[in-house]
């Protein structure tokens, strides 16, 4: 079954917002001149008793201990993945240990096979030894047929796992099989159709799954493969094969050791949490319920995300997934540590990015007490950087580091001669003490070759103007929506854009205040130079001397009003383009640029959505 047409809905909405924002903060200055790796510090030596856990951050699969210290890298060492990277592989996620503890099944997101949504990674599926450290891909696609979403069934060496077959008409279904493909077992089938679109809005299929410790009951999230939120949470009893629904909206459960309850995930109404890319799903709350799926209680009631809860070895905690400082951004999140109750919550990890999909090892410990229920202040680490840049030749874009006075580096996006960098995460153990947030946003003076005299004239009028550390700095007087406070800044190849932080979904912007923007102002710097330097001068485009040279001539041969008349442009165009160099040496330094190709590239999706 296909869901081609689904994430192409998805992603034009996608590029509709990315471009809503660009929109917002580069193109008044086209007008007018144009948040472990975040995670906790050791706190003390690991003891061998303790309880741990392991979960994906920055495209690696981690291991920490319950209180926060001994954190090591399992996978991708070296190689920390920024949120907002357009076209690079997004690294590991959602590990599952086995229930012996010696081995995590995870997956592994790559360029060529793309996810689909949060809860469908149709990517590689790979095996973890924790004793070798060594890596191995399992239950790889074979022509017609894939395997995704698996999970340990204990007592064997074999998993669960959706698979689907290609054809006329896709089969989908939920079937127990061996690493290496042997031994197929089909436990349940889900409606397939032939290609093009579905019958109805509801066309389900396994996303997480949950098996209970004795083997016998399993819960599965199924997931309309056409909706960013239509799933439900499922009990299903292997031995009678007798199906019972525990909630609409609801996914992600996880059994606790002694398979006595299990918790879970149920949507939070009129609430959303979005990923760098913008899009969103509910936020969550956490509920537990007995094994038979009567007696659902709710743990948790907070404004964060909280998602993909595990239970202790011991059953006496649960570690979960939080977003922290922003609580409908996912760039932000954190992990947090509870009591079986929903008592005593202690954040665990700090920092950037973001940590995510925790998982106690079963048997590491029986000490998963995190030591204390109060916030604890540990120091960030912060692993973000800017992602890889495709094309070098529009210049070094400006940026605020890993850290500034208004957060860490949460997210970096990066397409040619756009892009903005995020600093929404939060280092302090409050929300409360955390600041605004703000966003560095980056437009090539090469986006609207031909303008610049008219831009150069604005500034040269606007009484809004002063110089900064060598460069021209401009701020909006927009009263009201925050989204208008904004600082530009006219330096290199770019024209930089300083407001707050973007919020994701229909957050609009964090209220940074003029003053606010102005500080970061001193603390922007081109990529790879130390901060404190004077910024690089303005660069114009080579085009734009010409053309204004060219209308200087005309000006002199005849008068204003004859070439306007000429050209069909209005008189203060021409005013403008006659007087460039002019206003060009009443600002100060400047230089010239020779401008790239800046059309807008066309990119087309060829890779597989299944693997």
């Known amino acids: 079954m296909s869901t081609t047409g689904g994430r192409e809905i998805r992603r034009n909405r996608r590029f509709a917002s990315l ?30 008793d303790k309880a741990e856990i392991v979960y994906s951050n920055g495209g690696r699969i981690m291991q920490v201990t319950a209180d926060g210290s001994g954190r090591k890298v399992l996978t991708n060492r070296g190689k920390v993945r920024t949120p907002g990277g357009i076209g690079d592989p997004v690294g590991d996620r959602l590990p599952r240990v086995s229930p012996d503890g010696s081995r995590v099944l995870f997956t592994r997101i790559t360029r060529d096979i793309p996810p689909d949504n949060e809860f469908l990674f149709h990517s590689r599926n790979m095996l973890l030894n924790l004793d070798t450290g060594k890596v191995r891909r399992v239950l790889a696609r074979d022509g017609r047929v894939s395997y995704y979403n698996l999970e340990w069934l204990p007592g064997t060496n074999r998993v669960l796992a959706a698979r689907l077959v290609r054809g006329k ?17 089909t436990i349940l089938k889900y409606r397939s159709y032939a290609g093009g679109m579905p019958k109805d809005d509801w066309n389900f299929e396994a996303a997480r799954l949950a098996i209970s410790p004795d083997g016998r009951n399993l819960l599965v999230t199924a997931m309309d493969i056409w909706s960013e939120s239509g799933y439900r949470l499922g009990l ?4 009678t094969g007798k199906r019972k629904l525990i909630a609409k909206g609801a996914h992600s459960g996880a059994w606790s050791p002694d398979g006595n309850s299990f918790v879970f995930v149920k949507d939070r109404r009129k609430a959303e949490v979005c990923d760098w890319d913008f899009e ?36 006496s905690r649960i570690v979960f997934s939080g977003t922290f400082h922003r609580p409908s951004d996912r760039t932000t999140a954190e992990l947090f540590s509870m009591s079986a109750d929903g008592g005593c919550p202690v954040r665990i990890t700090n920092g950037s990015p973001a ?27 912060v692993e973000t950087g800017l992602n890889r840049v495709k094309r070098k030749d529009f210049g070094r874009r400006l940026w605020l580091g890993k850290e500034s006075s208004q957060g860490l580096l949460s997210m970096d996006f990066d397409y040619v001669f756009l892009s903005y960098t ?3 995460d939060c280092s302090e153990s409050r929300a409360k003490d955390c600041p605004p947030g703000a966003t560095v946003f980056n437009g090539s003076v090469c986006l609207n070759p031909g303008s610049w005299a008219e831009k150069i004239a604005d500034l040269v009028r606007s009484k809004r103007k002063m110089k900064r550390r060598g460069v021209w700095v401009e701020q909006s007087r927009v009263n009201g929506n925050s989204s208008g406070r904004a600082t530009w800044v006219y330096s290199g190849r770019w024209i930089t854009t300083i407001t707050g932080a973007v ?37 114009i485009p080579t085009f734009d001397f010409q053309l204004a040279r060219f209308y200087r001539r005309q000006v002199e041969r005849s008068s204003v009003t004859e070439v306007a008349k000429k050209f069909r442009v209005s008189r203060r165009k021409v005013r403008d383009l006659a007087n460039f160099t002019r206003n060009l040496r009443r600002l100060g330094p400047y230089g010239r640029t020779r401008c790239p190709d800046a059309s807008f590239p066309v990119e087309t999706d060829s890779g597989s959505d299944r693997s």
Not at 236 to 239: A, G, Q, R
Not at 356 to 379: I, K, M, N, T
Request: net charge negative; with cysteine; hydrophobic share 35%.
């Open 19 to 48: 471009t809503v924002l660009f929109a917002a903060a580069l193109l008044p200055a086209l007008t007018i001149l144009a948040i472990g790796a975040g995670d906790s510090q050791a706190l003390s030596p690991p003891q061998a």
């Open 169 to 185: 008409a896709d089969q989908l279904s939920l079937v127990s099989v061996n690493l290496d493909g042997s031994g197929l077992k």
């Open 236 to 239: 299903v009893n292997l031995e």
């Open 280 to 315: 969103c799903t509910p936020s969550g709350d956490l509920f537990t319920a007995k094994a038979d799926g009567t007696g659902i209680r709710r743990l948790t009631d907070t404004r964060r995300d909280e998602a993909t809860p595990s239970f202790s070895p011991d059953g």
């Open 355 to 381: 940590s995510l999909d925790p998982f106690f090892v079963p048997g590491s410990g029986d000490y998963a007490y995190p030591g204390g229920c109060e916030p604890v202040d540990r120091p960030a680490l």
């Open 422 to 424: 995020l600093y929404g």
């Open 503 to 539: 919020g994701p979904g229909n957050d609009g912007f964090s209220r940074l205040g003029y003053a606010a923007q102005l500080d970061l102002v001193d603390e922007l710097r081109p990529r790879g130079v130390k901060p404190g330097a004077r910024l690089p001068k303005l660069l």
